[in-house]
DNA sequence: AACTCAAATATTTTCGAAAATACGACGTTG
DNA sequence: CAACGTCGTATTTTCGAAAATATTTGAGTT
């Protein structure tokens, strides 16, 4: 076998849960499926039916099928059986209920991660803050444009912020409820060029908190960080109804 | 529409998620595969081969990937892109954290339960804890003959106490951490005599606290109860090494 | 019109054959 | 003899045809 590539920044990482997902063409459709949901290509409700899906991506039914059932213990879609999948419908009360349980475990975690890490953590907080700030520091035209790739960094930054801890499960769980507010951030995609910088301003509070191991700011500003973006949601969600 | 049938008793309570998930072969092969890791008749890190399952369970392979790739999502196994499936391991931080989790979920949800719950949730608490007291009750042989109902009887005693809380995710969570410490319940099956009445006598104090409202006594009998069946379990694992 | 029932249609669910992939055995080479 | 590559076997992964199930349509009845 040939080398396969030089590593060329010092990102020695290990490949994330979703990049392994997407060596198979199932984990492809299901990281697809999952992305259409959240991004409401696929309206709240709406049935999900695999004479249109296998259309749409190109696989067979049974593959999926696995991609729906898994989508399904995740919360995105609901399955009943002999009357097939629907998109899991969205709520206020949902996005209040989904908010707590997120800020709970993120600030428990963020907490121990604070405790337990090590240079390394350390380390990868600062690049993957940079790589966030890359985009946030963006003329507002520019940022908006890459929007798809500022959800990303944004995801690797919170994840990096608590990969320090050891918790598995509530690190498991928490990655649920993250994934989850997914659906309901969305619909903030359009903000102002002030919440941008707000945003922006208040990533690099939470990352200097946390390389200060400075555990109670941390989780504090974490907590009013997630609050605030939710709570702009549930304004969205009211005025449309 | 006909009347469908005649509530021959009083239990008016809707089907179960674990009974809907019956209806289909795939959700019935889903629920054994599950029972089989729980009872360690796979044993943990044991490879899942399709061979052996399909002729096992008499599905074939699409059912039995659906199944394995949903109990993946809920913990039970890991599965790595391209190598199968596999009993996910078991461990004493593992445990530790699934029992602090737990409870932690249990605790809250059984605080709004008790804020929130009607005539019909108490009613329902004391029909379902009689009917586990039925089996608890009996001569020590008797009992221990009964075990796997036991099981079921006393998962849907601590679903009733919880049955009002207006949470869904937290309800959600909590079933999940349930079913995994099942596992680890599984290997104190074994109890003494002495251990079964402390656990009958446990529940009663737990129904009657929360039938008396008493949400602080409730969440401190729940989390007492639920530490000492989880600590006895870890002397055992630590014992088999 | 309102209701029932059966046939026709639409959709899901199951299954195992076929393709793709991983793994081990074995000979070859440096 | 260790490292490498090749072939054969074991196993997983994908796919869509066929069976099972749900839904709609429409003719017949009150």
Known sequence: MTIRSLPATGRAVAKTAAAKAEASTGGHVLTRLRSDIVSSEFKPSARLKFAELTKRYDVGIGTLR?????????????????????????SAEELVEITDL????????????IA??????????????????????????DRMERHAEWVQRHREF?????AACPGHWLLRLRTMMFDQLDRYRFVTKNASESQGRKKFDEHR?????????DGDKAAELIEKH????????????????
């Open 226 to 241: 997630i609050r605030d973006t939710s709570d702009r949601a549930l304004t969205i969600l009211a005025r449309n109804g």
């Open 66 to 90: 696995e991609a729906l059932s898994q989508l399904a213990s995740e919360g995105f879609v609901t399955v009943e059986a002999g009357k097939g999948f629907k998109v899991a419908p969205v």
């Open 158 to 162: 919170h994840e990096a912020l608590v």
């Open 116 to 141: 337990e890490g090590d240079e390394d953590w350390e380390a990868n907080i600062v690049a993957v803050h940079h790589r966030l700030s890359l985009i946030e520091g963006l003329p507002w035209a």
């Open 102 to 113: 997120f800020i709970s475990f993120e600030k428990r975690a963020i907490r121990e991660a």
């Open 205 to 213: 509070e939470i990352m200097l908190a946390t390389i200060a191991r």
